[in-house]
């Protein structure tokens, strides 16, 4: 079946760097979009980056210009390089994958299978 496992996250003080791993098994990896999401508490899941088949990438504007999406194909692994992280970055962050295509990349409810997440916290 389809797994995602998530790794990276961490305390992290405000201007540092993280970098999230994916892994994920159980499908042909390169054939499908991937993104990643992050959750603060008593908000909606908001996308952070995208990347597609061929690699072309998209980001929010929140993250545009610090973080950076990258996949290694042949170890089925996902990445988040996070760079001059702010107190606003903390979140429980997603990778997700097999999206549906004809809405936005950021639409959550369009990506059909999750990992657990992993917890960033920035402090200031």
């Known amino acids: 079946q389809v797994q995602l496992v998530e790794s990276g996250g961490g305390s992290e003080q405000a201007g540092g760097s993280l970098r999230l791993s994916c892994v994920a098994s159980?499908?042909?990896?390169?054939?499908?979009?991937m993104g990643w999401f992050r959750q603060a508490p008593g908000k909606e899941r908001e996308g952070v980056a995208g990347?597609?088949?061929?690699?072309?990438?998209t980001y929010s504007d929140s993250v545009k210009g610090r973080f950076t999406i990258s996949k290694d194909n042949a170890k089925n692994t996902l990445f988040l390089q996070m760079n001059s992280l702010k107190p606003e970055d903390t979140a429980m962050y997603y990778c997700?994958?097999?999206?549906?295509?004809?809405?936005?990349?950021?639409?959550?409810?369009?990506?059909?299978?999750w990992g657990q997440g992993t917890q960033v916290t920035v402090s200031s």
């Open positions: 990347i597609d088949r061929d690699g072309t990438t």
């Open positions: 997700a994958s097999h999206r549906r295509y004809g809405r936005s990349w950021s639409e959550f409810r369009d990506y059909k299978y």
């Open positions: 159980g499908y042909t990896y390169s054939r499908f979009y």
